[in-house]
């Protein structure tokens, strides 16, 4: 049978391996692509591309020893954005091209699957009345149940509403951040409290999407559609969420969080809405889209307001500089800093971080 034969009997070709987790935590990138000029490996968290070189017509480059985590990366090939052709660990984006590297760490991290209870996934679309851009008209969320929910059971659980990032998409917490396993593995260990997440697609407008900070026109956009999507989330997600699981229906059984351009929406929700969350977090959020809130802290009584940012992320002191501007306006804040660029392994951090301190 064909599965028996050696690999060498295949060539070299078939024997071409990319990603290659080294032991300590470097990874080696390959690509056959004898007629190329140029190649450079674009991976999350780097500044410029890494130059790789040519051998027999294969490029390759070694990174160095990087933190465990999802990273997202893609060859330019003389200038031309590439998956890589030998991983099929892809997830998709409305603006790039991303294949996708999981380094794991010295022990099992908490976003990794585990030998614990698991809870459910569930997908939902439903038809917007508000969102623009929509192929069909039909936004999406999906919903982590923890492990034991039962809908016929008379128990009810907090809710955590968690956002992504610009380009990104509403699975985008599970299949790059395991959201869903960091809460298993957090509930398994009782550190953690069961709790429904509900991990939306965040657009009020789909094209800001496609958007680049560069573009002429984003800094509107951007505003309208964040703006958009906090009456998409108020009155057409949560009244179905709350319509068809067995959640708490009050504000202090709901947390709202996000990475990036979700970050910035679940702040400013969070503290320019109607008081329906108790528990806010933003992590690496782009504040310059966050309105200061006009209610001062002490009036809100938030639970817990929670801002991070990795220390080598541009953000870091414009979120440094609106955290001092909260606290002078009477908010208490949860201010964390951990080593780390704009990159999921922050952001995985952070979620952990985060809904310990919750409910």
Known sequence: MLALLPTAMFGQRNALVSPELNKDNSVTFRLRRPGANEVLLALDGLQTPLKMTQADGIWSVTTAPLVSGTYSYSYLVDGRTELDPLNSDVVPNYAYLCSVVRVLGPRSELWER???????????????????????????????????????A?????????????????????????????????????????????MPLGYGNVAVAS????????????????????????????????????????REGRAIAGLSMGGAQGLDIGLNGAGEFAWVGGFSAPVYFVRLPTVSGRATKLRLLWISCGTEDALLEPIRKFIKELHEDGYAVKQVEIPGAHIWPVWQRNLADFVQRLF
């Not at 959201?179 to 429904?196: E, S, T, W, Y």
């Open 114 to 152: 585990a030998d614990v209870p698991h809870g459910e996934v569930s997908h939902h679309y439903f038809e917007s009345r508000i969102v623009k851009g929509l192929p069909d008209g039909r936004s999406e969320y999906y919903v982590y149940t923890p492990p034991g929910y039962d809908a016929r």
């Open 154 to 198: 008379s128990t009810r659980y907090p809710t955590l509403y968690l956002l992504h990032g610009l380009s990104q998409g509403a699975a985008d917490w599970t299949t790059m951040g395991g959201a869903n396993f960091v809460l298993d593995n957090l509930i398994a260990q009782g550190r953690a409290k069961p709790m429904v997440v509900v």
């Open 211 to 250: 958007k680049k900070p560069s573009d002429q026109d984003f800094g509107p956009m951007f505003f309208a559609n964040n703006a958009m999507f906090g009456n998409v989330l108020l009155t057409e997600i949560i009244p179905r969420v709350e319509a068809e699981y067995r959640v708490v229906k009050t």
